[in-house]
C-alpha cells in the first residue's frame, strides 16, 4: 500500500493526451512538499521527469508537464509517443515517516 | 558531475547479510543526504531510509527498522547500505540516491538474490 496513489496503468493512441494522477495527504503533497516524477524503462534506474511540481530537466521534451493543486499532483503527457511506453512514479516527502514516499507506479501503453 | 556508482550485484542465501556501497563524486558528500530506495522484481519503489552523511545518523522506514543499517565513510565518499537476515522477499534492485541540486541523482542500481 503506498502513501502517494496512482492509477495502475493508462493508455492512449499515438498523438493523444494522458495524464496521471497522485494522490496524497496533509503530511506530505498538501504540507506543501515538492512532488517530483520518475519515468522508468523496465531494467533501468528511475529518470527524473519533473522536478519541484512542474519543472522539466533540460533535456526532456516539453511535451511532459506537471501540475500540483492541494493533496494531488499530476503529470501530463500530449503528443504520446511510442518511445513514452514505460512506468511513471510520482514521489514527495511525508513530515509523519520523515522521508520520502512514492505512489505505486503507473504503466502508460500506447495503443 | 554529480554521480554515484554502486557495488556489483551480489547473490545471497536466506539468513545471510548483504552489504552495498555507493561511491558519491562531483559533489559535497557531506552536504546532503544519500537515500536508500529498493525495487522487487515487477514492483514500485520503496524508501528504506536516510543517512546524513555528515553526522552519521540515520533514519529508517519503519519496515526495515532493525534489519538495515546505513552507514558512511567519508573518507571515501562512500554511504553503506547493510540489510541482515535476508529472506527471499529481500530479492530486489537496490537504489542510493542523493538530493543535490534541483533533483535527485540515482546510482545504477545493485540487484541482489536471495536463494538457496
Known amino acids: 500500500q503506498s502513501v502517494l496513489t496512482q492509477p495502475p496503468s493508462v493508455s492512449g493512441a499515438p498523438g493523444q493526451r494522458v495524464t496521471i494522477s497522485c494522490t496524497g495527504s496533509?503530511?506530505?503533497?498538501?504540507?506543501?512538499?515538492?512532488v517530483d516524477w520518475y519515468q522508468q524503462i523496465p531494467g533501468t534506474a528511475p529518470k527524473v521527469l519533473i522536478y519541484?511540481?512542474?519543472d522539466r530537466p533540460s533535456g526532456v521534451p516539453d511535451r511532459f508537464s506537471g501540475s500540483k493543486s492541494g493533496t494531488s499532483a499530476s503529470l501530463a503527457i500530449t503528443g504520446l509517443q511510442a518511445e513514452d511506453e514505460a512506468d511513471y512514479y510520482c514521489?514527495?516527502?511525508?513530515?509523519?515517516?520523515?522521508?520520502?514516499?512514492f505512489g505505486g507506479g503507473t504503466k502508460v501503453t500506447v495503443l | 558531475q554529480v554521480q554515484l556508482v554502486q557495488s556489483g550485484a551480489e547473490v545471497k542465501k536466506p539468513g545471510a547479510s548483504v552489504k552495498v556501497s555507493c561511491k558519491a563524486s562531483?559533489?559535497?558528500?557531506?552536504?546532503?543526504?544519500i537515500h536508500w530506495v529498493r525495487q522487487a522484481p515487477g514492483q514500485g519503489l520503496e524508501w528504506m531510509g536516510r543517512?546524513?552523511?555528515?553526522?552519521?545518523?540515520?533514519n529508517y522506514a519503519q519496515k526495515f527498522q532493525g534489519r538495515v543499517t546505513m552507514t558512511r565513510d567519508t573518507s571515501i565518499s562512500t554511504a553503506y547500505m547493510e540489510v541482515s537476515s535476508l529472506r527471499s522477499d529481500d530479492t530486489a534492485v537496490y537504489y542510493c540516491?542523493?538530493?543535490?541540486?534541483?533533483?535527485?541523482?540515482w546510482g545504477q542500481g545493485t540487484l541482489v538474490t536471495v536463494s538457496s
Open positions: 540516491a542523493t538530493p543535490t541540486g534541483d533533483f535527485p541523482t
Open positions: 562531483g559533489y559535497t558528500f557531506t552536504g546532503y543526504y
Open positions: 543517512i546524513n552523511p555528515k553526522s552519521g545518523g540515520a
Open positions: 496533509t503530511s506530505n503533497i498538501g504540507a506543501g512538499y515538492d
Open positions: 519541484s511540481n512542474s
Open positions: 514521489q514527495s516527502y511525508d513530515s509523519t515517516l520523515s522521508g520520502w514516499v
